[in-house]
C-alpha cells in the first residue's frame, strides 16, 4: 500500500530481547538493513541498550520507507542530513517526496512517513523519576504550568508527558530541535485532539495537525504534521497507526 500527500503513517514497537514478546523489532532481524556508516555510527556507542535501540529504530525506518515504496528494498535506502540536520532520503531520487522522522526511548522506537509534508514524532515512556517541578519551569509555558498546578498529583506526570511529547514532535517537525524553547509553543491538551494554542515562532510554523496515543509499557506517542492551515485534520490530513 502506498503512502499520498494525506496520509501520515505512524508506526511505533517495542525493541525485543531474546525473550521479548514476538511483536517487537529484534536489532538483530533488521541489523541488515543499515548501511555500513549507520553500522559504524552504531558501534560507537557503549552501552548495548544503546546500540539495540539504535539499530532498531534505523531499521524501523528503513521497513517504514519500503512500506510506501515497496519496490525499494529496506537495505536501499540512502540518506543525507539537510542544513539543519535532519536525515532526509537521497536514494532512489524518485522517493525524495517521502519525509521521516525517528524517535526512541529505552525499550521503544517509532517512526512517521509521509509525502511531501513535513512530520514529527515522539516517543516517552514516563515511568521513570523526574524532577517535574524543575522541568516545568523549562519545558511549560506559563499558562501549561498554572494547568499543571491545578492538576490532581496522580495526574501530573501523565499532564507533563502530554506535552512534553506534543512539543518535542512539533519541534523535530518544524526543524527547529532544542534551538527553539519550548516554552515559547502552547497546547491545549483538554478534551478531543491536542490543540496548538499559541506559538512564538511565527505564522510560517502555524497549521500542524497533531495526535496523541498511549502505546505499550505506559509510553505516550505524539506526532506533528504539517498541512493547510485553512483546513481541518479531516479535510487536510488522516493518520494510519501501526501499532503492535
Known amino acids: 500500500m502506498g503512502y499520498t500527500e494525506t ?22 532481524d533488521v541489523e541488515w538493513t543499515l548501511s555500513d556508516g549507520e553500522l559504524a555510527r552504531r558501534d560507537t556507542l557503549r ?25 525499494v528494498r529496506p537495505d536501499e535506502w540512502r540518506f543525507l542530513r539537510s542544513s539543519l540536520g ?21 525499550g521503544m522506537v517509532a517512526c512517521v512517513v509521509t509525502r511531501d509534508a513535513r512530520c514529527g514524532v515522539d516517543v516517552e ?4 523519576v523526574l524532577p517535574l517541578h524543575r522541568l516545568t519551569r523549562s519545558v511549560l509555558s506559563a499558562r501549561e504550568q498554572r494547568e499543571f498546578g491545578l492538576a490532581p ?40 485532539r491536542p490543540v496548538l494554542r499559541s506559538l512564538a515562532a511565527g505564522p510560517q510554523h502555524s497549521g ?8 505499550q509499557h505506559g509510553g505516550l506517542l505524539a506526532v506533528a ?8 485534520w479531516e479535510d487536510d490530513v488522516a493518520v494510519r497507526v501501526h501499532l503492535p
Request: proline letters at 8%; aromatic letters at 10%.
Open 7 to 28: 496520509v501520515a503513517h505512524v508506526w511505533c514497537r517495542p525493541v525485543a530481547d531474546d525473550a521479548a514478546a514476538r511483536d517487537g523489532v529484534r536489532p538483530t
Open 47 to 71: 552501552r548495548a541498550q544503546d546500540r539495540a535501540l539504535y539499530t532498531a529504530a534505523w531499521g524501523l525506518v528503513r521497513q517504514s520507507l519500503s512500506a510506501a515504496e515497496p519496490q
Open 86 to 106: 535532519r536525515p532526509e532520503v537521497h536514494h532512489p531520487a524518485r522517493a525524495r517526496s517521502l519525509r521521516f522522522n525517528l524517535s526512541h526511548t529505552e
Open 125 to 128: 515512556r514516563p515511568g521513570r
Open 153 to 192: 498529583p496522580g495526574r501530573r506526570q501523565e499532564l507533563f508527558f502530554r506535552y512534553w511529547t506534543l512539543k518535542e514532535a512539533y519541534l523535530k517537525a518544524i526543524g527547529t530541535g532544542i534551538r527553539f524553547p519550548m516554552t515559547d509553543c502552547e497546547f491545549d491538551v483538554g478534551m478531543g
Open 208 to 215: 500542524y495537525t497533531f495526535r496523541q496515543w498511549p502505546v
Open 225 to 232: 504534521v504539517q498541512g493547510d492551515p485553512g483546513r481541518t
